[in-house]
């Protein structure tokens, strides 16, 4: 199978670590992975800000550089989402279907169907369900639905050695992140995220972990301001990991 990653432009800038996990952690599947060089923003910050317009020529600039690949994976649930809503809005005077565009974790759950990893990270970690993700892309139950639990990233995390799951009072209660919220409702956003973190650090999370860097970056940087301890990790990089990240290391 051949994908295009697409990495993220807060990723690449702030967390290529990220980015390079995605990549190794598809190779190690047998993925065949091209990144595309020209890639830029996907243009959800001017839509989120309500000017959606402004986005349309990021749209064009992405289909232009992905236009040959038929399966685009990204590390990003967001951005993701943002992608599959507004594409077709430029699309539809085109014969062509547009790309297909997944999320790391319903691909390898739902197109690669992963059975077993070779990754281990023996901490214990908090799972941050991130809003996009959960009810724009449906990687996971809402708790206020009545209906069969499930959820793709926790199933594959499941799949790695030594790891400790917490378990969270508000499983998908929103970070605060929102985007473009978290400036123009900064405090706001910051109570919502402490609270988010509260929950991880009562219930001793060493790590806080998801599928949206964007959100672990709104909780690392409140992780930071408190002196904690706990800190945040992509799940990409907890399931690329072979046992070698150490705890007190900068990685």
Not at 103 to 129: M, Q, R, W
């Amino acid at each position: 199978m051949k994908v295009a990653l697409f990495v993220p432009c807060y990723v690449d800038q702030f967390y290529p670590q990220v980015g390079i996990a995605t990549l190794q952690l598809l190779e190690k599947l047998d993925v065949e992975v091209d990144v595309p060089p020209a890639q830029t923003c996907c243009g959800q910050p001017m839509a989120n800000a309500g000017f959606s317009d402004l986005s349309n020529g990021c749209h064009r600039h992405f289909l232009n550089v992905f236009a040959s690949y038929q399966t685009i994976v990204s590390p990003s649930g967001s951005c993701v989402l943002h992608l599959r809503e507004h594409l077709s809005e430029i699309h539809h005077d085109s014969s062509d279907e547009p790309p297909r565009i997944l999320e790391l974790c319903e691909f390898l759950t739902d197109i690669v169907d992963v059975k077993s990893l070779n990754a281990k990270f023996p901490y214990k970690v908090g799972f941050h369900n991130s809003c996009h993700a959960q009810r724009g892309l449906n990687l996971s139950q809402m708790s206020e639905l009545v209906a069969p639990d499930f959820s793709k990233p926790r199933r594959l995390l499941n799949m790695v050695e030594g790891i400790n799951l917490i378990s969270l009072q508000r499983p998908d209660e929103c970070c605060g992140f929102g985007g473009t919220f978290c400036v123009s409702e900064e405090a706001v956003s910051v109570r919502m995220g402490e609270d988010r973190i509260a929950d991880h650090i009562n219930n001793d999370a060493a790590f806080i972990t998801g599928t949206d860097m964007s959100c672990l970056m709104h909780l690392d940087g409140l992780l930071r301001r408190q002196g904690s301890s706990t800190r945040v990790i992509h799940l990409a990089e907890i399931l690329n990991n072979e046992g070698d990240y150490v705890i007190n290391s900068k990685k």
